[in-house]
Every structure is written in C-alpha cells, then in structure tokens.
C-alpha cells in the first residue's frame, strides 16, 4: 500500500522524496508548485506510510524498477496516464528508472543531486565514503545494518540530517519530528536497508543492461545539484550520456535541496515543469 497526498488543480506532478525523509520534505514547494499543477507526493515503498514487503535475496522488491511500478500504479489510480516527475536522491533514482522504464508515461524529470546509480559507483572514491558512509553499510547483508540501528535509531537519524545539511535549521520541527516517527518503526528501517541494497546489486545491473545498450531518458532532464559539487564531470556533464534533452544549474546549499533553498528549486524548476507539461 502506496500512501500519497493529492492537491492542487493543472498539469500532474509526481514528487518523490529521498533517504531518510517521507512525502513532508516537499512542503517548503508544494504551496507554489500546487498553484500550476496536481501535485501527488507519496512516500515511497516502505518509507513513511507506505506499506513494504520484507527483503528477498536478490532485493528485487526494493530495487528502483519495481519502486517506479508502484508509482506508476499509483498515477493510474488517479487517472494519469502521463505526468512530470521531480525526484530528490532516493526519489530521483525511481523516478530516472521510470523514465527508462516507461517513457510513455513520463513527459519531464527534474532530478535534485542525483547521477545515475551506475554512475555514483563508479566514480565513489574516499571522499564519497567518508561523507555518505551509509551507502556502504546499508549494503551489507540482512541484518547487520538492521542490528546495529536498532540500538538508537534516533541518534543515527538525527546525525544523518546533520549532516545532510548546511543549516540545521533549515528542517523544520514537525518535519523531523515526521521523520522520526517513521525511523523509530523496524520495518521502515528495514525498507531502507533493502533499498540501498538494491542500489549495489540489482540497481546497478539494470543501469549497466541500459548502459551498454545505448538506451537514454526519452524526455527532457533536468539536473539541480550543490555549488559544492565542483568535480568534473559535473551532473550536467554526466547526465548527458543518459539523455538528450538535458539542462541543470547549481544550488548553494546542503543535500536536502527542497527544504533548504525552496526558492531556488522553485526558480529553476517550476519554469522547466510547465514549459514541458503544458498539454
């Protein structure tokens, strides 16, 4: 069970939120992105309020192809045959997959900091690891991640949105107190530790199959990432190798984009959105 907020009136736009958040990380842009569009924000498999299986061994319920399933599900539910789709870090990556995926579906991406997976793993080096360590944990087989969150989930969870962004305070109260209230629950954690999982397995796989058969993002792209991302290639830069309508700009600010300069997501963004979903 996919749970999702639904507002606005326009053009449909799928949200979807990124590790360690739910569908409340958009809420510093819904207000202006629902004046122009129906604006669906759900949380994603297991995250939040959505409901997810346990793990398999080969982390196909978790891996971003059958994650994009679910929210194409979802939009056919409500009647969108297709939509737009912005995605921030986890969210991004189902959302790149249902790009390639169904490229009947999607007409625009907007994605916030993210590279394809088979990109992020090939270029991970020292500075990677130190800074996002969980990729690496969470990969580690069932249940040594699980066990070791177990111990003090809020701390962990707390230090991980410390350091995810430039100004603490730039997550609001009830949004963290949200988050924490997903976190606490084992089964959340545990669909988060699958998740990343797949991102080392069969994610990448289906990158690589993408990859080799020269098959790209049929729609325009659209890469937001930090002014602190100075390495080159930039996203921009990469992202071409995956599409061929591709523009981006850089944002100076922590990872969580949308709740740390929503004015500037919004000025980039919103133009891109309606310029590619008018009908």
Known sequence: ??????????????????????????????????????????????????????????????????????????????????????????????????????PQAVNCFTSLTVVPTAEMWSRANMAFGMKAFHWYLFAQPFDLPERLLRSDPSYFLDWTLRNMVVEESAIHSECRAEYHRAFARESVRHAMMEEYRAAASIDLEHDKVDLANGHKVACPVQILWNKSATASPTPEEIWRTWADQVEGATIDCGHLMAEEAPDEVLQHALPFLTRHSAP
Request: glycine share 12%.
């Open 1 to 102: 069970m996919i749970h999702a907020e639904v507002g606005g009136s326009g053009p449909p736009l799928l949200l979807l939120h990124g590790y360690p958040q739910t569908h409340v990380a958009w809420h510093r842009i819904v207000p202006a992105l629902a004046k122009h569009f129906t604006v669906i924000a759900p949380d994603l498999r297991g995250y939040g309020d959505s409901v997810g299986p346990s793990g398999d061994a080969q982390h196909t319920q978790y891996s971003k192809r059958t994650m994009a399933l679910d929210n194409l599900a979802l939009m056919q539910s409500l009647g969108f045959s297709r939509f737009a789709v912005m995605g921030h870090d986890r969210g991004a990556r189902v959302g790149y997959r249902m790009c390639l995926d169904a």
